[in-house]
Nanobody
Framework: QVQLVQSGGGLFQPGGSLRLSCAAS????????MGWYRQTPGKQRELVAM???????NYTDSVKGRFTISRDNAKNTVYLQMNSLKPEDTAVYFC???????????????WGQGTQVTVSS
């Protein structure tokens, strides 16, 4: 099996910073795109940032200039550095990865368990 395990999250002050981590483990052959999504109760899950295996990145407009996505391929880990936090960033954050497993010819989508990020004074 393949699992994505997230860490980070919690309660933070406006203007503060944090870094979320997401490590993939299991029988992995290759990981292509990895990304971060967030979801607020009553809202659809929103793409926050994504990064390719070649380190090409993309961000939703509301986080540009504040958040940075990165990855460590040796550790099968993706990070989201979140700076200048705003109350509007409050959500459950999920990591996502497109993974080819050992012995399989195709890729599949995998999700982390989610972690709460609350930004409030």
């Amino acid at each position: 099996q393949v699992q994505l395990v997230q860490s980070g999250g919690g309660l933070f002050q406006p203007g503060g910073s944090l870094r979320l981590s997401c490590a993939a483990s299991g029988s992995i052959y290759r990981i292509s795109v990895m990304g971060w999504y967030r979801q607020t109760p009553g809202k659809q899950r929103e793409l926050v940032a994504m990064i390719t295996s070649g380190d090409s990145t993309n961000y939703t407009d509301s986080v540009k200039g504040r958040f940075t996505i990165s990855r460590d391929n040796a550790k099968n880990t993706v990070y989201l550095q979140m700076n200048s936090l705003k109350p509007e960033d409050t959500a459950v954050y999920f990591c996502n990865a497109n993974i080819r497993r050992n012995g399989r010819p195709t890729y599949g989508i995998y999700w982390g368990q989610g972690t709460q990020v609350t930004v409030s004074s």
